[in-house]
T-cell receptor, first 113, second 116 residues
Framework: KQEVTQIPAALSVPEGENLVLNCSFT??????LQWFRQDPGKGLTSLLL?????REQTSGRLNASLDKSSGRSTLYIAASQPGDSATYLC????????????FGQGTTLQVKP | DVKVTQSSRYLVKRTGEKVFLECVQD?????MFWYRQDPGLGLRLIYF???????EKGDIPEGYSVSREKKERFSLILESASTNQTSMYLC???????????????FGPGTRLLVL
């Protein structure tokens, strides 16, 4: 059974720092991995989707990498800003797992001005 | 831009009431999903649908049912609400026909349900 783990559960950094959020999954047979952002009391916003054949995806100050063989993904946020404060969730589509995203518990990020 | 809307942001209901949560998407997506989100448990899939009048159980379907009479609308029904169904409910949709569900899922703003 696929399990997705995100460490740390919470992170607080000063504005301007570069930071890395970690995601690990137990079954490397995945179709893709997604990173989402969730603001308090709101829905999820998709940030990046990495197909299993890809190593990384970039969007602005965000860069997500995928190492399928080791079951790991990282989300790199450059030059963090207070507006980046939110919960970041990773999720995987596993093979044979049609339509079912398996989510991690999330990392809650606070960027202090 | 994809827009997924949910009928209510906040709901307060009594134990035993029948509760309807509505979700509408405007991008002609084939796939729609209902999740609940609880502290410490993360997001869990309740039901999903690949097509009109089609539904599949997720990981925690007990106590819930769904209806998809039209492609753009997916309803979650709590037949007899209980206090353990107090939660944040999130609807999502994605493009792609059944069997190609690996597209990005787009989420609605969520409905926070309190059952007293």
């Amino acid at each position: 059974k696929q399990e997705v783990t995100q460490i740390p559960a919470a992170l607080s950094v000063p504005e301007g720092e570069n930071l890395v959020l970690n995601c690990s999954f137990t079954d490397s047979a995945i179709y893709n991995l997604q990173w989402f952002r969730q603001d308090p009391g709101k829905g999820l916003t998709s940030l990046l989707l990495i197909q299993s054949s890809q190593r990384e995806q970039t969007s602005g100050r965000l860069n997500a990498s995928l190492d399928k063989s080791s079951g790991r993904s990282t989300l790199y946020i450059a030059a963090s800003q207070p507006g980046d404060s939110a919960t970041y969730l990773c999720a995987v589509y596993g093979s044979g797992n049609t339509g079912k995203l398996i989510f991690g518990q999330g990392t809650t990020l606070q960027v202090k001005p | 831009d994809v827009k997924v809307t949910q009928s209510s942001r906040y709901l307060v209901k009594r134990t035993g009431e029948k509760v309807f949560l509505e979700c509408v998407q405007d991008m002609d997506h084939e796939n729609m999903f209902w999740y609940r989100q609880d502290p410490g448990l993360g997001l869990r899939l309740i039901y999903f649908s690949y097509d009109v009048k089609m539904k599949e159980k997720g990981d925690i379907p007990e106590g819930y049912s769904v209806s998809r009479e039209k492609k753009e609308r997916f309803s979650l029904i709590l037949e007899s609400a209980s206090t353990n169904q107090t939660s944040m409910y999130l609807c999502a949709s994605s493009r792609g026909r059944g069997g190609a569900p690996f597209e990005t899922q787009y989420f609605g703003p969520g409905t926070r349900l309190l059952v007293l």
